[in-house]
């Protein structure tokens, strides 16, 4: 099993940055694409990045450019960097681990989830 465990998140001004960091338990963290979703109040949870087993990064539009997708499977950790933060990417993030080694964009494909932690930007 992999158990996701995400940190980093806060409070952050319009144009700034964070990076969300997750740390998954198990041997086989790098055997498995792993992922960043993220949800709105009132809004369906939404994929934010994927990163395969070979390293390979897809990123839904809205974050291309800005955002970043990292792995360390040494330290069994996916990371999130973000900048230039924008209101609209307010919601709680979520990392997850999929069922195959390709990430894709879809919540289905991911089998084991964390917690989620709360990015808030004001505006």
């Known amino acids: 099993q992999v158990q996701p465990v995400e940190s980093g998140g806060g409070l952050v001004q319009a144009g700034g940055s964070l990076r969300l960091s997750c740390a998954a338990s198990g041997r086989t963290f790098s055997s498995y694409a792993m992922g960043w979703f993220r949800q709105a109040p009132g809004k369906e949870r939404e994929f934010v990045a994927g990163i395969s087993w070979s390293g390979g990064r897809i990123y839904a539009d809205s974050v291309k450019g800005r955002f970043t997708i990292s792995r360390d499977n040494a330290r069994n950790t996916l990371y999130l960097q973000m900048n230039s933060l924008k209101p609209e990417d307010t919601a709680l993030y979520y990392c997850?681990?999929?069922?195959?080694?390709?990430?894709?964009?879809?919540?289905?494909?991911?089998?084991?989830w964390g917690q989620g932690t709360q990015v808030t930007v004001s505006s």
């Open positions: 997850a681990k999929a069922r195959g080694v390709v990430a894709t964009t879809t919540p289905a494909s991911y089998d084991y």
